[in-house]
């Protein structure tokens, strides 16, 4: 925790907002500074924050009303005695500035004192990333592409935590109805609108922030909040409910599943499960024949092995209509790190084509979408959909349809350097023994192919001390080595480098950390030689091919199998 004096800040900064969004901003990481400088993140300390602001935001908007029901009673630990009286004034002013902002904004601002303040562990554990007002609106503008009909369909957000793409759903239905009388408004929303959350608190903020909308139509005694939000596991929910629309932004991060779970979800798990693959598929049994899935979740799904059962299973039951990919991973989500991307699926017969896009922040903040054309996704079971996702890769069609190779083609075989450098930390080495071989970090793998033997990043550790048992470590033959953890917003994502057989020489052997991908000839003879295909690998061409595979901030060995490359006669041309 660190130290923070708030006596200047919250008068004079407060102040020179001119704007309530603004300075609900401004208090919200005010209030989650000073409450990290004295207490550490916990549930009750984030519950009775929040609950703080949303009774003032009550307050203000109920104050002139004749009639209102009384605000609904929040789940869980509500602590008022552990904030000090100068949290608890700036929680207040929070709520009361908020109480002037949009629905979809006042919903997101609370959401995001909440989970701010919550340990990570539990932001881990339920992969809770609250969605933005500018997520939700993209969200239903692809619904509405879809042919969304406000005044009829049915909706399910199935993550609705905070309620802000809840809320947006709700805006758009009362706004297709605004001429109708309130009861039949409620009686609406009440009928065609449910939100799942399996985070008690998180559902009473979704829950609170459809009544803060609600609140003009209750204009009499008898008039009732309609119940939108089920505080319930959505992925433990029958399919017997059916929705024309599943929208939302899924919890993602891995998790355990029972034996019983995996047996329900053994369709679109392979390997460990991730959070938002099984809500994927639970979508897929909730939404009715012809209705349509709108998710926003990171890209890894679209290639690599741990997926593959995920993409059969949408191959198989889907239509994918459009793709938009972020530009950028952290300036819409904060605290998100990987790539991100909006999918809108519909359940029928697919079709042959899917339309990409990217988005991208516009100069003035707003957000602008980029046509990257129509493309056909991969029917070959467990292969990646490879799809352009930037502007960059937009015209990378063509060459990939000319590509039929891949490595197993041309004689190689990929594999995950063998040593987690982290079990055997006693065995590492700044200074040569007579026992030591050199190690090989990820960082040896230089720009433009280069091999340049370091431990810079690693406090000089080249050495790795071998023992009895230590052959399946060692690595004896020329080889391709490829940095495996790479991002987006780099030069190159794909970045390889030739062992040389000069080093090998000199050395014997080498042992190869867990970070780099081993590319070795599986032939005596492969059909490219390793210095060719070096070159080819470290070309601009496949590092576009790459990038429209790679789902993940890390380049897996599948993603380097899958991966289209030009036959053997044409591969120069590439160089």
Not at 117 to 140: D, E, R, T, V
Not at 387 to 409: H, K, T, V, Y
Request: include cysteine; charge should be positive.
């Amino acid at each position: 925790m660190k130290n923070f004096d708030p006596s200047n800040a919250n008068s004079e900064q407060i102040i020179s907002h001119s704007n309530y969004e603004g300075k609900a901003v401004f208090l919200r990481k005010l209030i989650v500074k000073m409450s990290t400088a004295t207490h550490e993140p916990s549930r009750p300390l984030a519950q009775t924050l929040a609950t703080h602001a949303v009774k003032n935001r009550w307050a203000v908007l109920t104050r002139d009303r004749h009639h209102s029901p009384p605000l609904r009673c929040p789940p869980g630990v509500v602590c008022p005695n552990v904030l000090s009286a100068n949290l608890s004034d700036l929680a207040a002013q929070f709520g009361e500035v908020i109480a002037n902002c949009n629905a979809q904004f006042a919903a997101y601002e609370v959401g995001m004192l909440y989970t701010s303040l919550l340990p990570k562990s539990a932001k881990s554990l339920n992969g809770i990333f609250y969605s933005p007002p500018a997520i939700s609106g993209m969200l239903l503008a692809l619904a509405n592409d879809a042919k969304a009909d406000w005044t009829r369909h049915l909706f399910l957000e199935p993550s609705c935590g905070g309620g802000v793409i809840l809320t947006a759903i709700a805006e758009r239905m009362i706004d297709a109805i605004k001429r109708q009388p309130s009861s039949e408004i409620l009686a609406h929303l009440s009928k065609n609108l449910v939100g799942y959350e399996i985070d008690p608190f998180g559902a009473w903020l979704a829950q609170v922030s459809i009544d803060f909308l609600a609140l003009p139509f209750c204009t009499d005694e008898d008039s009732r909040f309609p119940v939108i939000v089920r505080c319930t596991d959505t992925l433990a929910v029958n399919d017997n409910e059916q929705f024309d629309f599943v929208i939302g932004n899924p919890p993602f991060g891995r998790t355990k599943l029972t034996d019983e779970q995996r047996r329900h979800f053994e369709r679109s798990t392979f390997g460990h499960a991730n959070l938002y693959a099984l809500f994927w598929d639970q979508a897929l049994r909730l939404v009715r024949l012809g209705g349509t899935i709108v998710f926003v979740t990171p890209t890894s799904f679209l290639s690599g092995r741990y997926s593959s059962k995920l993409r059969n299973l949408l191959s198989e039951h889907t239509e994918p209509k459009r793709l938009q990919f972020f530009r950028s991973r952290s300036s819409l989500f904060e605290g998100v790190r990987q790539e991100m991307v909006i999918s809108s699926v519909t359940r029928i017969e697919p079709r042959s084509l899917i339309t990409v896009e990217e988005i991208s922040d516009g100069a003035h903040g707003e957000l602008e979408i980029y046509q990257l054309g129509q493309h056909q996704i991969t029917r070959v079971p467990g292969s990646p959909w490879l799809l352009p996702r930037s502007q960059a890769e937009a015209g990378m069609e063509n060459i990939l349809n000319g590509f039929e190779c891949r490595l197993a083609d041309l004689g190689y075989s990929v594999s995950t350097g063998p040593l987690i450098w982290n079990r055997h930390k006693e065995r590492l080495r700044s200074n040569k023994t007579g026992t030591s071989v050199p190690l090989i970090w990820s960082e040896a793998i230089r720009p433009l192919g280069v091999f340049q033997w370091r431990a810079s990043r690693h406090q000089g550790k080249i050495w790795f001390e071998t023992a009895n048992g230590s052959e399946h470590l060692l690595c004896k033959e020329p080889c391709i080595l490829v940095q495996r953890a790479t991002t987006k917003e780099q030069p190159r994502r794909l970045v390889a480098a030739l062992l040389p057989k000069t080093f090998l020489d000199e050395h014997v052997s080498v042992v190869v950390e867990n970070h780099i991908n081993i590319i070795r000839p599986i032939q005596n003879k492969p059909q490219v030689n390793l210095a060719v295909l070096a070159s080819y690998l470290n070309s601009e061409t496949a590092d576009n091919v790459l990038r429209c595979i790679a789902g993940s901030t890390s380049v897996s060995a599948s993603d380097l199998l899958t991966m289209p490359l030009p036959c053997p006669g044409k591969i120069a041309c590439y160089l």
